[in-house]
């Protein structure tokens, strides 16, 4: 991302538990971006997550759809709450944060995947 730094908004940025999260994937309204680092991924992801991790967010971010609900994930929410400040200020209207990121997801008993995308 940016130099710039991105202050963590929990006021502007709205959460939503894995269980809200999955509903809206499973419907096909949203988009699930897992920010963790390439290795975090492959050990353990969300089912139908994609991963654009959070060290490369700023060259990779325009691969987000700008329509529906994106939804970010990383290990325990603070990560994923940095990228989507960083959408809203770009001007992503429907962005969520994942409360408790993959480790509560894979508490919830939430499918789950592992190995890389694709």
Not at 10 to 38: F, G
Not at 58 to 69: A, L, N, S, T, V
Request: charged share 25%; proline share 6%; with cysteine.
């Amino acid at each position: 991302m940016p130099q710039q730094q991105y202050r963590l908004d929990w006021d502007s940025i709205p959460c939503l538990t894995p269980e809200q999260a999955w509903q809206r994937i499973a419907s096909r309204i949203a988009v699930l971006v897992d920010v963790r680092e390439p290795d975090e991924y492959s050990l353990l992801h969300a089912e139908g997550a994609i991963s654009i991790p959070l060290s490369v967010f700023g060259e990779r971010y325009h691969e987000i759809p700008r329509e529906g609900d994106i939804l970010l994930i990383c290990h325990i929410g603070e990560r994923s709450l940095l990228a989507a400040t960083f959408l809203h200020r770009l001007g992503w209207e429907q962005v969520f944060n994942v409360e408790g990121g993959t480790d509560q997801w894979e508490a919830s008993k939430l499918p789950v995947r592992k190995g890389r995308q694709g």
